[in-house]
């Protein structure tokens, strides 16, 4: 609120009026004098002066219905009219920032591959995640069983889930040989993202449908890793959830799986990682792979799923980097 902005606004339009009453009535008198002496002889200056004075003040007076207007307006201001429209928390560096749109003007969308020698499952493979396109063609493989999902573990489930959420550690989960852990190099300057993320995956499985997990962390110099963003997507939707397309077991398809999005400053000696699975359970529902109408039956079959790599298939994460936050 601005207290007594439009008190003192009303205020200035009585002053004004008196103000006008007071040099109509010396500017009478002056043509009173005109009347009685013929002349104004002497009296130029003054009656030149008092009468600009009256056009500037009548020039002046609002329209009240229109002040009245105005003044509600303001009255009905709060402490938030004078805000930008986005405020962000900066996990990382741990700070709110005021910003004018999202996303972010100015964003610079980067993306980040994934790669390895055939053998990302777990924290312990060779999965690697870089900003320079990797040449050779690879793949990893890994066993989806709907009956041992991967649990749950922290990430962006809210709203009356049976899990925490949170930024719970990731460890536990990357130790799995069905979950695929590509990490970058450590960084050796700040990297800030806003805004959201996308994960281009090429992919195939050997049956008519399936789900593919993505997780986005921050990996702390402890090893620590923090999930910053994740995304799934239920391959029979992938055009649509009005479009359902059942796959041809063991086609590589080209999937759009949007992640959260998040606020995130990666610091020097931290690293990027990219972690892909096909279930989050009971976050998400398990896919039983095995194509038939949702909920019409309890069979569920284990499911081998290729994620590809490298070469014409530029499997990689976009990350909406964004500059002045350290």
């Given amino acids: 609120m601005l207290p007594g902005w439009s008190h003192g606004h009303r205020s200035a339009r009585v002053v004004r009026g008196q103000l006008g009453e007071f040099v109509v009535g010396i500017f009478r008198r002056l043509l009173l004098l005109r009347c009685r002496f013929g002349t104004f002889r002497g009296l130029g200056l003054p009656f030149l002066f008092l009468f600009l004075l009256l056009l500037g003040v009548h020039a002046g007076e609002p329209d009240e219905a229109a002040e009245r207007e105005g003044a509600d307006r ?76 991967v649990p749950t573990t922290g990430g962006n489930n809210c709203c009356g889930t049976p899990t925490a959420a949170g930024p719970v550690d990731q460890r536990p989960v990357e130790r799995r040989e069905d979950v695929l852990v590509y990490t970058s190099e450590f960084l050796k300057d700040t990297l800030t993202i806003a805004g959201p993320v996308k994960m281009k995956l090429f992919a195939a499985t050997d049956g008519k449908d399936t789900d593919w997990m993505i997780k986005l962390t921050d990996v702390y110099p402890d090893g620590y890793s923090m999930p910053i963003s994740e995304g799934i997507l239920r391959a029979r939707f992938r055009e649509g959830i009005d479009k359902i397309r059942l796959l041809t077991p063991n086609q590589v398809y080209e999937y759009d799986i949007e992640l959260t999005g998040t606020a995130n400053a990666f610091l020097p000696g931290h690293r990027i990682r990219i972690d892909i699975t096909s279930s989050n359970f009971p976050q998400f529902d398990r896919n039983p792979n095995t194509g038939d109408p949702l909920g019409s039956s309890a069979v569920t079959r284990v499911a081998v799923q290729t994620i590809h790599h490298g070469g014409t298939n530029l499997s990689h994460v976009l990350l909406p980097v964004v500059k002045g936050v350290k």
């Fill in 74 to 149: 303001v009255d009905r201001l709060t402490p938030l009219d004078f805000e930008k429209p986005v405020q962000l928390f900066y996990m990382g560096v741990n700070r709110w920032r005021s910003e004018t749109d999202w996303p972010l003007p100015g964003t610079e969308y980067r993306e980040m591959y994934i790669s390895s020698n055939g053998s990302a499952n777990s924290v312990r493979g060779d999965g690697s995640l870089s900003f320079t396109k990797p040449v050779k063609k690879a793949s990893d493989t890994y066993r989806y069983d709907p009956l041992n999902p």
